[in-house]
Every structure is written in structure tokens, then in C-alpha cells.
């Protein structure tokens, strides 16, 4: 439409001012020329594949693949929010996907809370326990060892990562997965006295594992943080008739020399096992339970070891 609209303004003044009848024409097919060139036959690969990348993504309804919140909220409540929304904070991958994140996103100093965080190990991973094999630090902020979650900002039509406090409020990115259900697949669970209700697995997996198959039913990872609800995960165990080891999300933090829950929460009870917990083997920093002698006791275990474990909800 708007080359045809140049060429009929082109004729349009050369019929005014003759003299100019020959450079016009010329003109025209110069600019003719030119418009099939930069629509067809000219671009370079990178661009053309910019352009289809560009055109199926923006043209795509955002709300179906990403939401990008307007309220602010400390890095465990936006995991929370995205798992009510049957979604997870956004993993990024590759340099794709972070420019494919800057254009949702708006040319501000906002900071967005993304899944990446080194919360229970001290290296740097998404949510599901992959480690980045790409980054895009903010510069200097890779050296910036204060903060255990990853949050992204848009500058210059670019995003770039850094490191903050896991308890700072800031926006969130969630995102929809593949395998993940729209609607909640919730079963077998077994109703406690506190108000939740617990999920107990028969899968055998890691600690990271865990955390994801419990968010993919839009629940937490257990967490334990009193003896009411420590004689509550009993009771709901022995009335399922389950025996066995199982992960809490309780976690330790070597650089601040505690134990956490993984909804943000400092553990302030505990119910160690006898000469528990130890460390043998100098990297024991997740919490398991098990039924013992009539109580939940706790003992310390390497995060990578595979155990069960028990997901819970609020009842609502």
C-alpha cells in the first residue's frame, strides 16, 4: 500500500513540474526495486530469521505463554503466585529466549523475579535444578555474591540478570510449560489437622525433583515449622500406611548458617534424629523425615540422594 501510494505521488508532481518527468521516473523504479528487495530477496539470513522470530512471537497472544505481574512480591511468594496460576517463574535457557523475554517486557529499570536462584546449593540453577549454562549479568553483578535470587531488567532492548535478595518485592515473569496441566492434578490426598492436606509420593527422586513435581500439582514441597504440624505430617502418614524416607523442603544455608524452609521461612524448630544433623559427608544440606519409634525425626542428607516426598496444600 505504501509503495503504491509513493508511485502515484511520483506522478502526480511530475505531471506538475514536467522538467522533472525523467528524474521521477527513474525514481520510481529505483524505489520499486528497492521495496522487493527489502522484502524478499535481500535480507540476510540473521535477519530473516529475526523477522520470523519477531512476527510469530508478537503476534502470538502473550497471555498464553507468559505473565508479567504488576504487583510486587519477595521471590517465594511470585513462586507461589505462578503456581495459583497453574504456571512457573520463567526459566531462561539460552540468548533466544532472553531476547524473546525483552520484548514483554518494558524499556524501564523494573526488576522481574526469574526461577534462577542458588537457595539450597551454592551455585547458580533453575528452578528444576538445572545449572545455567548461559547468563546475561548486569555488569559487575556476577561478583555480587548478596543476593541468592536472579532477577532481569530491560535496558537498551536488552535483558540483563542480576543477583538480589530472595526477600526483596520486585515483579515476576511466570510462564506456561509443556507437561504442566492447565488444571491442577491433585489426588490421593491425605487431610491433616493444621488445615493442609499432603500429598505422598511413591516416586523416588532428588531433592530439586521434588520441588518441581509438587509445583506441577500446584503444591509446596513440605515444610515443617512447629511441632504441631511436625505430629500433624505423622499422623497423616501413619493413617496412609506409609513407612518410608521422604524430603521436607527444609534446606541449609552455609553462608548464613541456617536452616530454611524453601517458602523463605528460617527454621526456628527442630526435631533432629539422635546425633543428628552431622554432615558426614560435608555437603548434607536437606532435610529428610522418617517415622521412628513413635515420632518424625529429622536427619540430613546431600540434596542429589533420592528419596520420596510429601507435597502439601491449604485446604481451601
Not at 17 to 30: A, E, L, Q, R, V
Not at 170 to 195: M, P
Not at 267 to 288: D, L
Request: hydrophobic share 30%; net charge negative.
Amino acid at each position: 500500500m505504501l509503495l503504491i501510494s509513493i508511485i502515484l505521488f511520483a506522478k502526480f508532481y511530475s505531471s506538475v513540474y514536467p522538467p522533472i518527468n525523467n528524474i521521477t521516473k527513474t525514481m520510481s523504479k529505483t524505489l520499486v526495486l528497492f521495496v522487493l528487495c527489502f522484502f524478499t530477496f535481500c535480507q540476510g539470513e540473521d535477519f530473516k530469521e529475526y523477522r520470523k522470530e519477531s512476527s510469530s512471537e508478537l503476534n502470538s497472544d502473550v497471555n498464553d505463554n507468559y505473565y508479567i505481574s504488576k504487583t510486587k512480591e519477595t521471590y517465594y511468594e511470585a513462586l507461589q503466585v505462578c503456581r495459583e496460576k497453574s504456571m512457573q517463574l520463567v526459566t531462561i535457557e539460552n540468548k533466544r529466549k532472553n531476547r524473546k523475554i525483552a520484548r514483554h517486557l518494558e524499556n524501564t529499570d523494573e526488576e522481574y523475579w526469574t526461577s534462577g536462584n542458588r537457595i539450597v546449593k551454592y551455585e547458580w540453577a533453575w528452578l528444576k535444578g538445572e545449572p545455567l549454562e548461559y547468563h546475561n549479568w548486569l555488569r559487575d553483578h556476577f561478583y555480587d555474591y548478596s543476593g541468592n535470587c536472579i532477577s532481569v531488567s530491560k535496558k537498551n532492548n536488552l535483558t540483563f540478570w542480576k543477583q538480589e535478595k530472595c526477600d526483596d518485592k520486585k515483579r515476576f515473569i511466570c510462564e506456561n510449560l509443556s507437561g504442566i496441566s492447565k488444571e491442577c492434578e491433585q489426588e490421593d490426598l491425605v487431610s491433616g489437622t493444621t488445615g493442609k492436606q499432603y500429598y505422598i509420593s511413591e516416586d523416588i527422586v532428588t531433592y530439586s525433583k521434588a520441588v518441581e513435581m509438587c509445583q506441577s500439582m500446584c503444591m509446596n514441597l513440605l515444610s515443617i515449622e512447629d511441632e504441631n504440624k511436625n505430629e500433624d505430617v505423622y499422623k497423616a502418614l501413619s493413617k496412609s500406611g506409609a513407612d518410608k524416607i521422604y524430603w521436607s523442603s527444609g534446606y541449609y544455608k552455609p553462608s548464613q548458617l541456617l536452616w530454611k524452609w524453601i517458602n523463605g521461612n528460617t527454621a526456628s524448630f527442630f526435631n533432629w534424629n539422635t546425633k543428628e544433623p552431622n554432615n558426614a559427608r560435608q555437603n548434607e544440606y536437606c532435610i529428610e523425615i522418617v517415622m521412628k519409634d513413635g515420632k518424625l525425626v529429622w536427619n540430613d542428607e546431600p540434596c542429589e540422594e533420592k528419596r520420596m516426598f510429601i507435597c502439601e496444600t491449604t485446604v481451601s
